[in-house]
């Protein structure tokens, strides 16, 4: 791997002397690999949720041999949670030589099926021409070993450090975070007066700091009609045609009035600065058989069509606004459709988030990135959720960023990969951000 890492580079006037640590860093690029891929050849699938306990026992192994105390922590009660698949979490800590700030890193373990279309193992851990491949390489397990590698070197070179280090590795952000940070949040977790600074080392590029996220409300809309012997459709009310009318009046007036709100927020891609909605899911009629049912369908005339949505908002929007523009929708069909009847139930919903450019953590975290890649970090938000949502509005811990390796629009793909030297120089920003926020100025 000879050639990868970045030759440190002195230390800047007024800054902490890096050299120790960035050579602490850099002996550990082997390591980094292999925990990365030993991350990834546990498949963490959610859903349903397999492997939690087993990747949260492998690294608290790891964590214990480095000083940290280790809890794993069930979300009991949580959605999804259950015997056959309970919901684990691991936090670790690691108390330093006096009182201070507590750094917590936040990391969800879970990941999305694989899919179709890869060419290597998607949970091999494959090292080749300096990326490791696999589902979840990217999003975010290797992340979560740049920030065990940060975390370890700072206290090798620097064990007098002040405040706390904590390492976390959550449950089910995939969908929704509600078995992982969502709980520990309500159990106090992430308490302002317990932890102070939280990176959440999602896959936003190495020179990007993460500042939140859009909002977003999923629905379920459903068309109902009558149902009838499929060969008198005139006997009953199809609601699937209700539905097609739903669907063409969006294409008419809803996506165009998306598309014409746009955001001061810096959302990335370019795309993602307007309002956009995706219809997740269609069904209708009767329920869908077995892959093994070998019959034929019976001949019904449809009386329920359901939808799912995904309405993506931001942060200039409210979200009674954002809900009214679709139930104005369904009126204005019923007003003109007849025998049209309609129902909307929420699924769930989260508000736009976004941490100001002067918190504590965004400008130290953009400091290290000058400092590592010797350019200025760019600020995004992001067009979709991450657990800063519930640090934020459970928690009430405003300062939070993501920033982590990777790049974003390779999660979810095909031969997902994170790059070494990604890796590398992310750790390398994690450990000086340690340093500026956990060393008194005598020891820097």
Wanted: charged share 25%; proline share 6%; net charge negative.
């Amino acid at each position: 791997m000879a050639g990868l890492a970045e030759t440190p580079r002195p230390a800047q006037s007024g800054a902490m002397d890096d050299t120790a640590l960035m050579q602490a860093i850099e002996a550990r690029e082997t390591e980094l690999v292999a925990l990365t891929q030993g991350l990834i050849r546990i498949p963490t699938l959610n859903p349903p949720g397999l492997n939690y306990r087993e990747i949260c026992e492998f690294l608290r192994e790891r964590l214990e041999k480095s000083g940290f105390s280790v809890e794993l922590i069930r979300a009991h009660g949580a959605p999804a949670d259950s015997d056959r698949h309970p919901r684990w979490n691991l936090v670790a800590r690691r108390e330093g030589a006096s009182s201070g700030d507590c750094v917590h890193f936040n990391s969800h373990h879970d990941v999305v099926e694989a899919g179709h279309g890869w060419t290597r193992d998607p949970f091999g851990g494959e090292l080749s021409d300096g990326r490791i491949y696999g589902r979840g390489a990217c999003d975010m397990k290797g992340g979560l070993a740049a920030s065990i590698i940060a975390a370890e070197a700072f206290v090798a070179t620097h064990p007098d450090f002040s405040g706390a280090i904590e390492i976390s590795a959550t449950a089910d952000e995939e969908s929704g975070g509600y078995g992982g940070v969502a709980y520990l949040a309500e159990q106090g977790y992430f308490d302002p007066a317990r932890v102070q600074h939280v990176i959440i080392p999602e896959p936003l590029n190495k020179d990007r700091i993460c500042l939140g996220h859009r909002g977003v409300w999923w629905a379920e809309i459903e068309t109902q009609g009558r149902i009838a012997h499929g060969s008198m459709p005139f006997l009953g009310d199809c609601a699937v045609r209700h539905m097609g009318a739903v669907l063409a009046e969006m294409e008419e007036t809803l996506f165009p009035l998306l598309a014409g709100k746009r955001t001061a927020m810096p959302v990335v891609p370019e795309g993602a600065r307007q309002s956009t909605l995706n219809i997740n899911a269609i069904h209708g009629g009767e329920p869908v058989q077995d892959e093994d049912y070998t019959g034929l369908p019976a001949p019904c005339v449809p009386d329920r069509c359901r939808i799912t949505i995904d309405r993506r908002f931001l942060i200039e929007e409210d979200i009674a606004e954002v809900k009214s523009e679709i139930t104005a929708m369904m009126e204005r069909i019923r007003a003109r459709r007849p025998g049209f009847a309609y129902e909307i139930r929420d699924l769930f919903e989260v508000q736009p988030t976004m941490t100001d450019r002067d918190a504590p953590v965004v400008t130290t975290v953009a400091a290290a990135i000058e400092r590592v890649l010797h350019r200025q970090a760019d600020f995004v938000v992001s067009p979709g959720t991450y657990d800063q949502k519930h640090i934020d509005r459970i928690g009430r811990l405003k300062n939070c960023i993501a920033y982590g390796p990777g790049i974003l629009d390779l999660a979810h793909q095909p031969d997902e990969w994170v790059g070494v030297a990604d890796m590398m120089d992310s750790a390398k920003v994690m450990a000086l951000t340690l340093g500026e926020l956990l060393l008194p100025l005598s020891a820097r």
